[in-house]
T-cell receptor, first 112, second 116 residues
Framework: SQQGEEDPQALSIQEGENATMNCSYK?????LQWYRQNSGRGLVHLIL?????REKHSGRLRVTLDTSKKSSSLLITASRAADTASYFC????????????FGQGTRLTINP | NAGVTQTPKFRVLKTGQSMTLLCAQD?????MYWYRQDPGMGLRLIHY???????AKGEVPDGYNVSRLKKQNFLLGLESAAPSQTSVYFC???????????????FGPGTRLTVT
């Protein structure tokens, strides 16, 4: 079963605009991660936020986590054409193997 | 560093045939995972390994077997392929800083498998 549900499923914006994607999950987590997947490629880790953190930044990325609402958001500022990709959230438990549970993803298209 | 590599990149099988997908990592990671990704969906965990010689079932293990004889390699086997196993298969590896729970995973480029 998929823990994370992402919203929207698809997003199309103009280059330079900001893009916001949301992820909701159902059970308690240890951390939440965001990954990017370019078409036909493997996933690339973007950022990890722990359950005791509320916000984290990495370059043009800003991630928030609200454990009371079981939700997270990923903001990409000043988008570029190269940001066109699918973005997945994945929740990690405290179990030893860190089995990630992925959402269905948001397909982001940046129009030049 | 090559990171995580997968072979083959593409494969077409007939129903009932068998095959093995190979995943190799050169980062000395303890943890390795096999996922499948179906169109419009996220990844689902098939099997995983927490170290050499150990394997465990994930969310969708039926029809697959795995082995981790060497730390750097994780093999995924399909004994009798079925059309429902048509998918893109991804391998990933991870490590645990300070011996705690592992965090981010590093993914291979994927193997696109079609079963006719």
């Amino acid at each position: 079963s998929q823990q994370g549900e992402e919203d929207p499923q698809a997003l199309s914006i103009q280059e330079g605009e900001n893009a916001t994607m949301n992820c909701s999950y159902k059970t308690s987590i240890n951390n939440l991660q965001w990954y990017r997947q370019n078409s036909g490629r493997g996933l690339v880790h973007l950022i990890l936020i722990r359950s005791n953190e509320r916000e984290k930044h990495s370059g043009r990325l800003r991630v928030t986590l609200d454990t009371s609402k079981k939700s997270s958001s990923l903001l990409i500022t000043a988008s570029r054409a190269a940001d066109t990709a699918s973005y997945f959230c994945a929740t990690g438990s405290l179990q030893g193997a860190q089995k990630l549970v992925f959402g269905q993803g948001t397909r982001l298209t940046i129009n030049p | 560093n090559a990171g995580v590599t997968q072979t083959p990149k593409f494969r077409v099988l007939k129903t009932g045939q068998s095959m093995t997908l190979l995943c190799a990592q050169d980062m000395n990671h303890e943890y390795m995972y096999w996922y499948r990704q179906d169109p419009g969906m996220g990844l689902r965990l098939i099997h995983y390994s927490v170290g050499e010689g150990t394997t465990a079932k994930g969310e969708v293990p039926d029809g697959y077997n795995v082995s981790r004889l060497k730390k750097q390699n994780f093999l995924l086997g399909l004994e009798s392929a079925a059309p429902s196993q048509t998918s893109v298969y991804f391998c990933a590896s991870s490590w645990a800083p300070g011996g705690g729970s592992p965090y981010e995973q590093y993914f291979g480029p994927g193997t696109r498998l079609t079963v006719t």
